[in-house]
């Protein structure tokens, strides 16, 4: 029986999302929520439209940015990225534990189970665009853009794969169909991840040259650019260069990041840290997920509010977070530190913390929160008890206070998603610049030390935390790393950054603490520590995550497992 293979397509269209199937041909029936191809293939508009619809992606889990699709990232799903690490846990499991708890399989990657399979499909509905893209009848320099904008996107693909995987399968501009000869071995030959970097890095150089400085009037700031480009390039240059790839130089990893800065187009968003994550397109944005009240996702208010407030505590934040928030003398929140008073431990904190953390005693909505016992409301004394937190934090940054939290369908989650900022830009430089050349050597080409790089995040109006007072090498490398953890807090850094530097065996093997508030009769406030998750593991195989079994059986076994699985 022969059957008729439809492109997978993922496009909005008239309000249907177009789906791949499998189409018997002795019915003869056109199915109505997909496009024919040969649509695609003669209308420039409905091309255009499967290019910028491929920047997202079908929903292949449960719970996967409800409301819409999911794009580049998990961000703003009920389970964020960063409880899969040491920044926070999610209240209510959504299988994240079992990766926190080092349970990864292939027959089980939990949250993590979808990378591999929808990325793949990304890229080969990346290489049927460029396919249509060579025939399809458009002027010569917008044809010229849209190739730029399709390489981006299979390229963030592929950074994707690289970066869970290591080792990926390159797939060209060959478009494979049912009919071709599946079983060919070079479907599923794993290159080494020097040769996927660099091959990436070249597309992103190609598609750095044919996008624009600046998006039109559509689509403003959620379309790639040259600087999109140029900020992944960034990205993975620097994982390239970081100890687990071994695949790079520093001295690359510097100079891709100074083409971003050598843009002039981006610089450090003054007004104010929280707000940042708030608006579309701030000064500091270089490429983000714009959403309206036409595409809604997850509303994160609720998601993530106290139960007090009837929110469900979502991504809670450790006590490991919390510690690493320095006080605004620069120094550690410890005894040792003047500022510190054990009595009110969240009192002189580096600005940001309270922009991106819920504690007791916070200014929240209309009164403080309360995770204290007895009688606290956003305690298990409160109402909801079953949302409360199990760290004794609740997190803030992303959240929106001008959105209900209560019944806020379709009247929340609106903000944006930053996939990169100017700030990350600056932090890849500084480490990479510090590797290379030292804290204070500014290298050839560029216009600023590592050191003058991550003092311009501290220096910035909202945060104006004290210069960096590092007098070497190593220590600049552990001042850069410390303020990535604080900068770039729950923005999907953290999971990748201890992988690359090597240390997730000590990071992610450590307790995932929370905190206990009793509140004494004379209004005092005393604090116990306690284990919120027990049973976090990670073993050396966890640096890289196994392949889904499906894919290794649906190759007929020639697609290499990671090793130790």
Same mark, same amino acid.
């Given at each position: 029986? =022969? ?19 499998? =189409? ?45 699709? !999911? ?11 960063? +409880? ?5 846990? &999610? ?16 027959? *089980? ?7 591999? +399979? ?9 290489? &049927? ?13 917008? =044809? ?28 060209? $501009? ?23 970097? $660099? ?64 843009? #002039?187009? %981006? ?21 983000? @997920?714009?959403?309206? =009240? ?47 008073? !054990?009595?009110?431990? &969240? ?11 819920? %504690? ?7 009164? #403080? ?8 409301? $956003?305690?298990? /004394?409160?109402?909801? *008890? ?50 290379? &050349? ?16 991550? *003092? ?7 945060? *104006? ?9 190593? /220590? ?43 509140? #004494? ?27 889904? @079994? ?6 007929? #076994?020639?697609?290499?497992?990671? !090793?130790?699985?």
């Amino acid at each position: 029986m =022969k059957y008729n293979y439809s492109i997978p397509v993922f496009i909005l269209l008239c309000g249907v999302l177009a789906l791949s199937s499998c =189409k018997k041909d002795f019915l003869d029936v056109k199915a109505t929520d997909r496009v024919p191809e040969e649509m695609l293939e003669s209308d420039t508009a409905v091309f255009e439209a499967f290019v910028t619809n491929s920047y997202i992606g079908i929903r292949i889990q449960d719970k996967e940015a409800d409301g819409t699709n !999911p794009g580049f990232g998990r961000g703003f799903e009920y389970s964020m990225w960063s +409880s899969l690490t040491d920044e926070s846990i &999610y209240n209510n499991d959504d299988a994240t534990w079992l990766i926190q708890r080092g349970q990864l399989a292939p027959e *089980n990657l939990g949250a993590l189970g979808v990378l591999w +399979s929808r990325s793949y499909r990304s890229i080969r509905e990346c290489n &049927y665009a460029l396919s249509v893209l060579a025939k399809i009848e458009m002027s010569a320099a917008h =044809k010229r853009m849209i190739e730029g904008e399709i390489k981006f996107i299979r390229a963030f693909r592929y950074q994707d794969l690289i970066r869970n995987y290591g080792k990926v399968v390159l797939m060209g $501009d060959l478009v494979f169909n049912l009919k071709d000869n599946l079983q060919d071995p070079a479907l599923f030959k794993r290159v080494p991840i020097k040769e996927g970097i $660099d091959y990436v890095i070249a597309q992103l150089d190609d598609a750095a040259s044919k996008l624009p400085l600046d998006n039109s009037n559509t689509w403003v700031g959620g379309r790639a650019t040259k600087g999109a480009a140029l900020a992944l390039k960034s990205r993975l240059s620097l994982y390239a260069a970081s100890p687990l790839y071994a695949a790079g130089t520093w001295e690359a990893a510097a100079a891709a990041a100074q083409q971003v800065i050598a843009l #002039n187009k %981006y610089s450090l968003y003054q007004g104010g840290y929280g707000n940042m994550f708030l608006i579309n397109q701030s000064t500091e944005s270089i490429f983000e @997920r714009i959403y309206t =009240k036409n595409a809604n996702h997850v509303h994160l208010e609720i998601a993530n509010g106290p139960n007090g407030y009837g929110g469900w505590a979502g991504n809670t934040p450790t006590q490991t977070m919390v510690e690493a928030y320095d006080l605004t003398n620069g120094l550690p929140a410890n005894t040792s530190n003047p500022l510190y008073d !054990p009595a009110k431990p &969240y009192e002189n904190r580096d600005p940001r913390f309270k922009a991106t953390i819920l %504690y007791n005693g916070a200014a929240y909505r209309e009164r #403080n929160v309360e995770t204290f016992i007895p009688g606290g409301k $956003d305690s298990k /004394d409160g109402n909801d *008890n079953w949302n409360t937190t199990k760290t004794g934090y609740y997190l803030k940054k992303f959240m929106n206070d001008a959105y209900p939290l209560q019944n806020p369908w379709g009247n929340a989650g609106f903000q944006p998603w930053i996939y990169f900022r100017y700030a990350e830009i600056l932090l890849n430089f500084a480490e990479a610049a510090n590797e290379a &050349y030292g804290p204070d050597a500014v290298p050839a080409g560029a216009t600023m030390s590592a050191r003058q790089a991550i *003092n311009l995040i501290r220096s910035r109006a909202s945060v *104006n935390m004290p210069a960096v007072v590092a007098t070497g090498q190593v /220590d600049m490398r552990a001042a850069i790393r410390h303020e990535r953890q604080i900068e770039l807090a729950f923005e999907e850094h953290r999971f990748y950054d201890v992988r690359r530097w090597k240390i997730a065996e000590v990071t992610e093997n450590l307790p995932c603490r929370g905190i206990i508030i009793t509140k #004494n009769n004379d209004g005092s406030f005393s604090f116990a520590s306690k284990v919120a998750l027990d049973g976090r593991k990670f073993e050396t195989k966890h640096y890289w995550l196994p392949i889904p @079994r499906t894919e290794i059986l649906a190759s007929g #076994n020639k697609l290499e497992q990671n !090793p130790f699985y």
